[in-house]
Nanobody, 124 residues
Framework: QVQLVESGGGLVQAGGSLRLSCTASGRTFFDYVMGWFRQAPGKEREFVAAISRSGGSTNYADSVKGRFTISRDNAKNTVYLQMNSLKLEDTAVYYC?????????????????WGQGTQVTVSS
């Protein structure tokens, strides 16, 4: 079992920045590909970004490419999502997830563990 706890969400003006953190416990953090997903009201949960176990490979949704950066610190069992140039449409609950995979993956059903989510609200 892996427990994931997100933090760092909040209210920010459009154009601003936030950094989300997700700390894992329970199993070896290095064993997991880590991902961030988000779900806006009335919409399905969607992929945002993912990072390989070593941190050497990343993948982003087109909607956030160039604005968001995913990173991880395996010594701290933590994955981060730096969000810059935030837009109104980035408003959502953001979820951290862990996948017991070799390669970076983008699909929801490949992730084994999920956090409880953290709210990000972008205002005009």
């Amino acid at each position: 079992q892996v427990q994931l706890v997100e933090s760092g969400g909040g209210l920010v003006q459009a154009g601003g920045s936030l950094r989300l953190s997700c700390t894992a416990s329970g199993r070896t953090f290095f064993d997991y590909v880590m991902g961030w997903f988000r779900q806006a009201p009335g919409k399905e949960r969607e992929f945002v970004a993912a990072i390989s176990r070593s941190g050497g490979s990343t993948n982003y949704a087109d909607s956030v490419k160039g604005r968001f950066t995913i990173s991880r610190d395996n010594a701290k069992n933590t994955v981060y999502l730096q969000m810059n140039s935030l837009k109104l449409e980035d408003t959502a609950v953001y979820y951290c997830a862990a996948a017991s995979r070799i390669s970076v993956v983008r699909t929801l059903d490949t992730y084994d563990y999920w956090g409880q989510g953290t709210q990000v609200t972008v205002s005009s």
